[in-house]
């Protein structure tokens, strides 16, 4: 039984890009769910003041303001949760070791992209392609 066999084989993983690429990945993700928190809120402050408010009469202007202002925070909250997701798989992709190579040709993704864009799953070369 040669117990130092398993040693020195796998060793060679880009440790400090991949933890580096975690804690950048989880400081965004913390960021999006205090957005997320933060929409929700203001999503729940519009329906109630919408609710105090006189009618939801469609030529009372007040009420399409309303609306207007809800269905923006709607969408931004859409995008957030979007982002939160996409970070999550990100996240998976560090644990499982392939974050930061391109989906699509397997090439290793700059890491400038990867700075501006932490959960970018595919190299820009790919990325401009699929336009
Ligand atoms: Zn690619």
């Avoid at 040669?2 to 060793?11: E, F, L, M, S």
């Avoid at 400081?27 to 929700?40: F, M």
């Avoid at 998976?92 to 993704?109: H, K, L, N, P």
Wanted: proline letters at 2%; one cysteine or more.
């Amino acid at each position: 039984m040669t117990a130092a066999r398993a040693t020195g084989t796998k060793t060679k993983t880009p440790g400090n890009r991949l933890d580096d690429a975690r804690g950048r990945l989880s400081a965004e993700r913390v960021a999006a769910a205090a957005r997320i928190a933060a929409l929700e809120r203001d999503i729940a402050t519009i329906v109630e003041s919408a609710k105090g408010g006189a009618t939801d009469d469609e030529h009372d202007a007040e009420g399409a303001t309303i609306a207007f202002e809800r269905a923006q925070a709607m969408a931004l909250l859409e995008e957030t949760r979007t982002q939160v997701e996409a970070l999550d798989t990100a996240l998976a992709r560090v644990d499982t070791g392939s974050y930061g190579v391109c989906e699509s040709c397997g090439q290793d993704i700059a890491s400038e992209r990867l700075a501006a864009r932490p959960s970018a799953t595919l190299c820009i070369t790919c990325a401009s392609r699929r336009r």
